[in-house]
């Protein structure tokens, strides 16, 4: 059974750090595409970035030269550093697994989420 767990959330001030990480049971992060999705109060899910099985990785423009997606294979845990942030950052922020390993793939399985709040 896959379970994805998030960890890392938290209360930050504006411009602030903080780093996401999750932990997976049941699957082997390498082998998939991997993506870190938000939803802010209210609000919609975006997707926020995403590292593939050969570690190309993409960003929403709004977390483009802020927010940065690695994976750790030894640990089997993909992380989000997430830096300078803003109070428009304020989310639960899940990660979630690709259906297949391309970029318009689906995702089959989602974490509980963590909530980030951004405020001073």
């Known amino acids: 059974q896959v379970q994805l767990v998030e960890s890392g959330g938290g209360l930050v001030q504006p411009g602030g750090s903080l780093r996401l990480s999750c932990a997976a049971s049941?699957?082997?992060?390498?082998?998939?595409?991997i993506s870190w999705v938000r939803q802010a109060p209210g609000k919609g899910l975006e997707w926020v970035s995403g590292?593939?099985?050969?570690?190309?990785?993409r960003y929403v423009d709004s977390v483009e030269g802020r927010f940065t997606i690695s994976r750790d294979n030894a640990k089997n845990t993909p992380y989000l550093q997430m830096n300078s942030l803003k109070p428009e950052d304020t989310a639960v922020y899940y990660c979630?697994?690709?259906?297949?390993?391309?970029?318009?793939?689906?995702?089959?399985?989602w974490g509980k989420g963590t909530l980030v709040t951004v405020s001073s």
């Open positions: 590292i593939s099985v050969g570690t190309n990785t």
């Open positions: 979630a697994k690709g259906i297949v390993n391309t970029w318009a793939s689906g995702m089959d399985y």
């Open positions: 049941g699957l082997t992060f390498s082998n998939y595409l």
